[in-house]
Nanobody, 121 residues
Framework: QVQLVESGGGLVQPGGSLRLSCAASGRILRINDMGWYRQAPGNKRELVARIDSGGSTNYADSVKGRFTISRDNAKNTVYLQMPSLKPEDSAVYYC???????????????WGQGTQVTVSS
């Protein structure tokens, strides 16, 4: 009964900015790593950025120095700030979270439905 809902995608011109949000809801006890992945048509899904429960981050080389991932543990929400967007950033962006649910002894990865980011002039 865990749900991840992404928001903040849209159409933006090259050089523009977007901020993605992903909120987790349900019978959540703990959230470990959270991350953002993206997939363009015909391409494999790739890691964009991730952040652990302590705030340590990791970025793909293609976005390192541009994007910033952050999280609000009280809101079970992860964000991705995306300035200086390029056409090659266009993709569906998916949220992923490693979650321990109430009543379970198992950690599982959960995925959101994705939000479209299109960078075009």
């Amino acid at each position: 009964q865990v749900q991840l809902v992404e928001s903040g995608g849209g159409l933006v011109q090259p050089g523009g900015s977007l901020r993605l949000s992903c909120a987790a809801s349900g019978r959540i006890l703990r959230i470990n790593d959270m991350g953002w992945y993206r997939q363009a048509p015909g391409n494999k899904r790739e890691l964009v950025a991730r952040i652990d429960s302590g705030g340590s981050t990791n970025y793909a080389d293609s976005v390192k120095g541009r994007f910033t991932i952050s999280r609000d543990n009280a809101k079970n929400t992860v964000y991705l700030q995306m300035p200086s967007l390029k056409p090659e950033d266009s993709a569906v962006y998916y949220c992923k979270a490693d979650i321990l649910m109430s009543g379970n002894s198992y950690w599982n990865n959960y995925w959101g439905q994705g939000t479209q980011v299109t960078v075009s002039s």
